[in-house]
């Protein structure tokens, strides 16, 4: 059974900074591309990164502005995403997702990110 277990959320100021994480089980973890995928309150999903099985290619959504960063530590199986000076906006639940042929085929629970002063 795949699980995907994000963790790392939690209530930050306008400007901080957040490292999310994802671990996953239940399936060889190299052997997938993992996305993120956020869900703010009472508004759609909205996909925010992925990355390649081996961290060698990533991309981002346009309107992310160079403020988040994702990566994986396949040694560990876990996937991360870094986002720097957080703004009210970026308020959602994050979700990391194991991909397969560009599609989210299974999802974990979630982490909600609150930024708020």
């Known amino acids: 059974e795949v699980q995907l277990v994000e963790s790392g959320g939690g209530l930050v100021q306008p400007g901080g900074s957040l490292r999310l994480s994802c671990v996953g089980s239940?399936?060889?973890?190299?052997?997938?591309?993992m996305s993120w995928v956020r869900q703010a309150p009472g508004k759609g999903l909205e996909w925010v990164s992925a990355?390649?099985?081996?961290?060698?290619?990533?991309y981002y959504a346009p309107n992310m502005g160079g403020r988040f960063t994702i990566s994986r530590d396949n040694a560990k199986n876990t996937l991360y995403l870094q986002i720097d000076e957080l703004k009210s906006e970026d308020t959602a639940v994050y979700y990391c997702?194991?991909?397969?042929?560009?599609?989210?085929?299974?999802w974990g629970q979630g982490t909600l990110v609150t930024v708020s002063s």
């Open positions: 997702t194991k991909d397969e042929d560009y599609t989210s085929t299974d």
């Open positions: 239940g399936f060889t973890f190299d052997d997938y591309a």
């Open positions: 990355i390649s099985w081996d961290g060698g290619d990533t």
